[in-house]
């Protein structure tokens, strides 16, 4: 499985950003597919994440700002940042999650992730 994130960078407070994620060697089905973030001395944080049944779930501090889109078909999802605020900076980080049970009945809980891309958000 590999998870490519673009569309970091560098943008004002009040501006937006779009970030992209490109999954590919996908066998299996995807619970969920998500965005996390990471500031520095922060631990990762979910930001939004979508569920395979189409449940879309956003952290509060970005509701309202955050739009998170997936389509299916090319495993691809998105994150449509606007109004971003300097709290918003940190490394942004691509998430799939599988669920599945084996042949002992046993459940696991696997996920994936890309590299990363980092935003800053800046005064």
């Known amino acids: 499985v590999q998870l490519v994130e673009s569309g970091g960078g560098l943008v004002q407070a009040g501006g937006s950003l779009r970030l992209s994620c490109a999954a590919s060697g996908i066998s299996f089905s995807i619970n969920s597919m998500g965005w996390y973030r990471q500031a520095p001395g922060n631990e990762r944080e979910l930001v939004a994440m979508v569920t395979s049944g189409g449940s879309t779930n956003y952290a509060d501090s970005v509701k309202g700002r955050f739009t998170l889109s997936r389509d299916n078909g090319a495993n691809m999802m998105s994150l449509q940042m606007n109004s971003l605020k300097l709290e918003d900076t940190a490394v942004y980080y691509c998430?799939?999650?599988?669920?599945?049970?084996?042949?002992?009945?046993?459940?696991?809980?696997?996920?994936?992730w890309g590299k990363g891309t980092l935003v800053t958000v800046s005064s």
């Open positions: 998430n799939v999650q599988r669920l599945y049970s084996d042949y002992l009945g046993q459940s696991h809980d696997i996920h994936y």
